[in-house]
T-cell receptor
Framework: GAGVSQSPSNKVTEKGKDVELRCDPI?????LYWYRQSLGQGLEFLIY????????KSGLPSDRFSAERTGGSVSTLTIQRTQQEDSAVYLC?????????????FGPGTRLTVT | GENVEQHPSTLSVQEGDSAVIKCTYS??????FPWYKQELGKRPQLIID?????GEKKDQRIAVTLNKTAKHFSLHITETQPEDSAVYFC??????????FGAGTRLTVKP
C-alpha cells in the first residue's frame, strides 16, 4: 500500500521567504511526527500530533515554525522568514494508534535549502 | 518529557566482530523502545523493538536488551557485515505516544 509521502522533495528558497512542507501520512495512522535532520546529524523532534488531541509543540525551535494537521490526516509544516540555519531535511512519520503498534513509518523527507 | 541519550556517536568495527550501542532514557513510564536504521540518503526504518514487559529480544543477528531499573537499553549486532554500516537511532515512548529519538550512532563495518 501507499506509504508516507512528502512534498516537495526539494525546496530552495531565499532567506526571509516563507515555506510550506506537506506530509501525507498512511491512511488510518492517527499519530504524525515532524523531525528535522541536519546533514550527518540526528533526528530533532519538532512536533507531534495524536488524533484530536492538542499537539505537542515542544520541539519547535522558534515561533517562526508552525504546523497544522487538517482533518486528522494531511499535515503542513510552515517556516516563516526562513534563515540559513533552517536548511535541513524535514522528515515526517506516522504510526498507528498507541494500542495498534509502535512502528513509525517515515516519509522520504523534504530537503530545504535556504540561500 | 522523555529524554534519550545514545552512545557512542560513532563506532567502527571489523567485519565479523560485534557492535553494541547503548541508550538511556529519563521517563520511567516509557514502555516502548524501538531501534531504527538509516542508510545513507534513505529514510529511517525500524529494525527491532522491545516493550517493557520483556528484558531481551532477538532477531537473527540483532538483539536488544532492556534494563528498566537502570533505564537503559542496548542494541547488539553480531557477526557484523559491511551492509550493517549505517546510522542507528534508539527511541523511547509511552505506548508509542510522543516518541523521542537518541542522537544516533554512525556504525562503520570495515571489510
Amino acid at each position: 500500500g501507499a506509504g508516507v509521502s512528502q512534498s516537495p522533495s526539494n525546496k530552495v528558497t531565499e532567506k526571509g521567504k516563507d515555506v510550506e512542507l506537506r506530509c501525507d501520512p498512511i491512511s488510518g495512522h492517527t499519530a504524525l511526527y515532524w523531525y528535522r535532520q541536519s546533514l550527518g546529524q540526528g533526528l530533532e523532534f519538532l512536533i507531534y500530533f495524536q488524533g484530536n488531541s492538542a499537539p505537542d509543540k515542544s520541539g519547535l525551535p522558534s515561533d517562526r515554525f508552525s504546523a497544522e494537521r487538517t482533518g486528522g490526516s494531511v499535515s503542513t509544516l510552515t517556516i516563516q522568514r526562513t534563515q540559513q540555519e533552517d536548511s535541513a531535511v524535514y522528515l515526517c512519520a506516522s504510526s498507528l494508534p498507541p494500542a495498534g503498534g509502535g512502528e513509525q513509518y517515515f516519509g522520504p523527507g523534504t530537503r530545504l535549502t535556504v540561500t | 518529557g522523555e529524554n534519550v541519550e545514545q552512545h557512542p556517536s560513532t563506532l567502527s568495527v571489523q567485519e565479523g566482530d560485534s557492535a553494541v550501542i547503548k541508550c538511556t532514557y529519563s521517563d520511567s513510564a516509557s514502555n516502548y523502545f524501538p531501534w531504527y536504521k538509516q542508510e545513507l540518503g534513505k529514510r529511517p526504518q525500524l529494525i527491532i523493538d522491545i516493550r517493557s514487559n520483556v528484558g531481551e529480544k532477538k532477531d537473527q543477528r540483532i538483539a536488544v536488551t532492556l534494563n528498566k531499573t537502570a533505564k537503559h537499553f542496548s542494541l547488539h549486532i553480531t557477526e557484523t557485515q559491511p551492509e550493517d554500516s549505517a546510522v542507528y537511532f534508539c527511541a523511547a515512548s509511552y505506548n508509542n505516544n510522543d516518541m523521542r529519538f537518541g542522537a544516533g550512532t554512525r556504525l562503520t563495518v570495515k571489510p
